[in-house]
């Protein structure tokens, strides 16, 4: 059998991804079924299932990505950034990411595994609050792990709402945060 190169793999990594998102967003993860998953991927579930060993890997590592993924974000476009895209994401794929915290909340396994998977994405995550806060652009009167323990609450906050069909309304959201975490004079 021909070895296949990185590249096909990656892409073939992403497609599942792609096509599991779509299905987890339209059924959530309960009604997400195998025979779904194969339909909008694809792909055989021998396929799926040689990248990912069960439908729970493949919706825990959608999960991780979503978080790295608003990690790069938070970075390269500011929190601001950051809320704006979840406000404006899909209301059917935040359900899920919902439904992600209630696997957590009922599986302390799970939680942990979770709260250990990316201990690197934390440290990113304080490195970048301490700059912010030696530059004088947020408060420093605060712990960073604080600030980024509120901040996560914002955006929790927001997908909630904006799962639920509410509007949020993201310059409001975004003065009051910026009131929050302003520099202490």
Not at 15 to 27: K, N, P, S, V
Not at 67 to 80: D, M, P, S
Request: no cysteine; charged share 30%.
């Amino acid at each position: 059998m021909p070895k296949r190169s990185e590249e096909h793999l990656e892409a073939r990594r992403q497609q599942i991804l792609d096509g599991a998102r779509r299905t987890f967003a339209t059924y959530g993860y309960e009604g997400a079924t195998v025979a779904k998953l194969e339909e909008e991927i694809g792909l055989s579930r021998g396929a799926i299932f040689n990248y990912y060993p069960s439908k729970y890997e493949l919706f825990f590592a959608l999960a991780t990505a979503q978080q790295a993924e608003a990690l790069e974000i938070w970075q390269e476009q500011g929190f601001e950034g950051l809320l704006r895209v979840i406000a404006e994401e899909n209301p059917d794929w935040l359900g899920v990411y919902l439904e992600h915290a209630r696997h957590l909340r009922t599986d302390p396994e799970l939680r942990k595994r979770w709260k250990n998977r990316t201990p690197d994405e934390e440290q990113t995550a304080r490195n970048h609050l301490t700059a912010l806060q030696a530059r004088g652009e947020i408060r420093d009167d605060v712990s960073p792990d604080a600030i980024g323990l509120f901040l996560g609450l914002m955006v929790d906050g927001v997908a909630l709402q904006t799962s639920a069909g509410f509007p949020v309304d993201v310059d409001l959201v975004l003065g009051l945060i910026r009131d929050a975490l302003a520099p202490r004079k």
